[in-house]
């Protein structure tokens, strides 16, 4: 008994071990020694590799807990508008001056704070607009009362219509994008710099040259941004994910929740 309980507590240190390396390697090494802990613990007391299997894969069923709970209620704002608003406190989001200043030194000009509040969620943006190439820049805070975090977008749109993101959002993003929106999701540790060099490489992946760029008036991006929002709505609730309530608000299908729970299951893999 004191032997399985060793190999247990070995296998979870193990896992908090390899968890503390930001390399990929070791972030999949600790994922495989939390579900052979929680595999061991079903094998261990009961000798039966079949309710192993069972208590090791909870873990893949545990956000069913949040969607059957939070997301099924959920009533999402069909229009949601972008107000002025202030910034979160220093406490909240004490990294946001520096971020600032890092965009700043890409040659962005910060240009309006604004947000919205629906439910118990608070957002802010930070936009900014670089006059050089057209980019549009982001810095979002997500305020949900229990959780709050942070990223950062790059965004460049070209003359017919298409839009190309570079962002590192740090969850699986919960709808689907327009098709004329093409991601490119990189990870949270790159500096902004970085950000920047892998935005310029994603452009050149879709031959975006510079004529082929949207030429933008500052005060223009605030009212584009509405506009994606609302396009965005309009077509996850045409892909079936959404369905509407009434008037001004969705709510996520069974389709959707199985899209939610899927792309939790495809971060696992590729995290």
Known sequence: MLSS???VLGVAVLAMAFRSFSHPIFQRL?????????????????????IGVIVGSLWLFLPWLEILTRIRVLRIPVDRPLRQKTP???????????????????????????????????????????????????VCMIDQGDIAFYYVSLMTRSVDGQTYMTWNYPFSYALKFVPQTHICRVKPNLSFGEMCEAHRTHLARYGI??????????????????????????????????????????????????????RFLWDVVRL
């Not at 909240?92 to 001056?97: D, H, I, K, T, V």
């Not at 949207?214 to 709505?233: N, S, W, Y």
């Open 209 to 262: 040259a510079e004529q082929k760029v949207l030429r933008l008036d500052p005060a223009q991006i605030q009212e584009l941004m509405q506009k994606d929002l609302a396009a965005q709505i309009t077509h996850n609730v045409s892909a079936g994910l959404l369905t509407r309530v009434d008037e001004t608000h969705v709510r996520y299908t069974w389709h959707g929740m199985f899209y939610l729970w899927f």
């Open 5 to 7: 309980i060793l190999l």
């Open 30 to 50: 600790s994922l495989l020694c939390i579900l052979g802990t929680s595999f061991l613990v079903g094998y261990l007391p009961s000798h039966n590799w079949v």
């Open 88 to 138: 979160p406190n220093g406490d909240l989001f004490p990294n946001l001056a520096e971020l600032t200043a890092e965009i700043e030194e890409e040659g962005f000009e910060s240009i309006n704070d604004v947000g919205w509040d629906w439910d118990e969620q608070r957002q802010f943006l930070r936009l900014f607009h670089r006059s050089s190439d057209q980019s549009q820049a982001a």
